[in-house]
């Protein structure tokens, strides 16, 4: 996962709105090595093959997801850019917007193979896979952990999918996070 901070260019910069250890949010003890704002671009040139119209269609609701979000601070956000999908986030200490690489399922958990990690209590080191489906679309699944997946209020049974709808409201552990989506098929430079 690549990240940056979202309103500093510089990556020694700490937000101020990082969560206190011991208050259920995220702890302190991740990596600190956070990237500047151009690791972000590069990601997403090389998830859009380096095409400047995807990209300029895809930075603004990456910006300003946490915008979307009415119950929770955290989300995950499934991106889908013509046959492409990844994932944007911002469970972090610093509330940097993470982005993950291309890809068709992504580990989310405690351990560093996740693709979104999630150092929070209760949480397995694979908790659950976030994966997409061409025809379907985004979809969970609980990966036999002792804490569980939920939905919306509803636990999901291990390895039982669950296609997932903007807005849903996800708990893994004692994490909570609203799944948003956004699908960036039409290009702004495209005439009318």
Request: hydrophobic share 40%; proline share 6%.
């Amino acid at each position: 996962m690549v990240s940056s901070p979202f309103f500093s260019a510089n990556p020694d910069q700490r937000s101020s709105t990082v969560p206190k250890a011991g208050s259920g949010a995220i702890r302190e003890a991740l990596p600190t090595g956070i990237a500047s704002p151009p690791w972000m671009l590069d990601t997403l040139f090389r998830n859009l093959s380096y095409d400047l119209e995807q990209v300029a269609d895809i930075i603004d609701p990456i910006l300003t997801a946490q915008n979307h979000c009415y119950r929770t601070d955290w989300y995950v956000q499934g991106i889908v850019a013509a046959d492409r999908a990844f994932l944007s986030t911002n469970i972090n200490a610093d509330r940097a917007i993470q982005v993950t690489l291309c890809g068709t399922r992504w580990l989310l958990g405690q351990g560093r193979g996740c693709a979104v990690t999630m150092p929070q209590p209760g949480i397995a080191d694979c908790h659950a896979a976030l994966n997409f489906d061409p025809l379907q679309g985004f979809f969970l699944t609980d990966l036999s952990s002792i804490g569980g997946t939920w939905v919306n209020g509803r636990r999901l049974s291990p390895a039982q999918r669950h296609y997932l709808q903007d807005g849903d409201l996800v708990k893994l552990g004692s994490l909570r996070f609203e799944f948003l989506q956004q699908r960036c098929d039409q290009s702004v430079w495209d005439d009318v």
